[in-house]
């Protein structure tokens, strides 16, 4: 991993302390960042999903009791 963001940075073969460090905190902001949107994400279809349930259980409900 390390030589990945190295290259990208341009850090070169011998890195100073400031790339390798400028190189980790970009990686792990982009992996954490990742993994947020996709529970964000996640938990947000799993709301809507529940609601789409719920209205439906609720209009057979209704239907039911119109009589």
Known sequence: M???TGSILGLG?????FGVTLA???AFV???GG???FVI???IAQVLKERS???ERRRA??????R
């Open 30 to 32: 982009v992996v954490v």
């Open 53 to 55: 349930e719920n209205l």
């Open 2 to 4: 390390y030589a990945v």
């Open 61 to 66: 409900y209704d239907s039911l009791n119109k």
């Open 41 to 43: 994400g996640y938990i």
């Open 13 to 17: 073969q011998s890195p100073s302390s």
């Open 24 to 26: 980790l905190i970009l």
């Open 35 to 37: 993994v947020v949107n």
